[in-house]
């Protein structure tokens, strides 16, 4: 049967998706003149908030599924028609990446419209790595890999929150030097740089996790559809 999601993991994706929505303004914030100063040096008790990005994740819930519907489906078939267990992992692995760039397309066209949609800047970096993150702890997780999912969100999780933290931490008498390499970055990348980086990270771990687990016959022998 399919796991339910534990609350530790919940409220690492609610951290990441409310990064997404404030992240960038307030780490542009905090760069500036402090957490009530706007990028562009007015006070207003406000900073921008990024709302396309959470909107196309939101919007792309749909796709996610279909796709790991169709990763669970595809799967069993291949699994019944497979003679040898290395024959399965072979053919399920270009399914596996197949499925993980058909989402990473949806997201980035429900991305590019709500960006047109909402007039904001576009964040393709950070969010197509955020989506990626989400949809590869899903597809684990519904196959009963959880561990793996967990310690990669709470990574994400703690890499965003340092980063805040640091350059807060820094205005602080004789601290300034805690936030030099967030700040280096941050003059180098750009604010967006931090999630991209976290989740971006994290993704890749889990893929790789992710082509040597979910290519296993055991991962689809009993799993039940994830949609």
């Given at each position: 049967?399919?796991?339910?999601?534990t609350?530790?993991?919940?409220t690492?994706?609610c951290?990441l998706l409310?990064y997404?929505?404030?992240g960038?303004?307030?780490?542009?914030?905090?760069?500036?003149?402090?957490?009530?100063?706007?990028p562009n040096?007015t006070?207003?008790g406000?900073?921008p908030l990024?709302t396309?990005p959470?909107?196309?994740?939101?919007?792309?819930c749909a796709?996610?599924?279909w796709?790991?519907?169709?990763?669970?489906?595809?799967a069993?078939?291949k699994?019944?028609?497979?003679r040898?267990?290395?024959d399965f992992?072979?053919?399920v692995?270009?399914l596996?990446?197949?499925t993980?760039?058909?989402?990473?397309?949806?997201?980035?066209?429900?991305?590019?419209?709500t960006?047109t949609?909402?007039?904001?800047?576009?964040?393709?970096?950070?969010t197509?790595?955020?989506?990626?993150?989400l949809l590869?702890s899903r597809?684990?997780?519904?196959?009963?890999?959880t561990?793996a999912p967990?310690?990669v969100?709470t990574?994400?999780?703690?890499a965003?929150?340092t980063?805040l933290t640091t350059l807060f931490?820094?205005?602080?008498?004789?601290c300034a030097w805690l936030?030099?390499?967030?700040?280096?970055?941050?003059?180098?990348w750009g604010p967006a740089?931090?999630?991209?980086?976290?989740c971006g990270?994290?993704?890749?771990?889990?893929l790789?996790?992710?082509?040597?687990?979910?290519?296993?016959?055991s991962?689809h022998?009993t799993?039940?559809q994830p949609c």
């Amino acid at each position: 049967a399919r796991p339910a999601v534990t609350r530790p993991t919940a409220t690492r994706t609610c951290w990441l998706l409310a990064y997404a929505l404030i992240g960038d303004g307030l780490l542009q914030a905090a760069v500036t003149a402090g957490p009530d100063a706007l990028p562009n040096g007015t006070a207003d008790g406000l900073w921008p908030l990024t709302t396309a990005p959470v909107l196309a994740l939101a919007l792309s819930c749909a796709p996610a599924a279909w796709c790991a519907h169709l990763l669970a489906v595809r799967a069993r078939r291949k699994l019944s028609a497979s003679r040898a267990l290395e024959d399965f992992a072979t053919s399920v692995k270009p399914l596996l990446l197949g499925t993980f760039a058909l989402y990473l397309g949806a997201l980035t066209a429900l991305l590019a419209l709500t960006t047109t949609a909402l007039d904001e800047p576009a964040a393709y970096p950070q969010t197509l790595a955020l989506g990626a993150l989400l949809l590869l702890s899903r597809l684990l997780a519904t196959h009963g890999f959880t561990h793996a999912p967990a310690l990669v969100l709470t990574a994400a999780v703690t890499a965003e929150a340092t980063a805040l933290t640091t350059l807060f931490t820094a205005r602080l008498p004789g601290c300034a030097w805690l936030a030099t390499p967030v700040q280096s970055l941050i003059d180098a990348w750009g604010p967006a740089a931090i999630p991209t980086i976290a989740c971006g990270t994290g993704a890749l771990t889990l893929l790789l996790h992710a082509t040597r687990t979910l290519t296993r016959a055991s991962a689809h022998a009993t799993a039940d559809q994830p949609c």
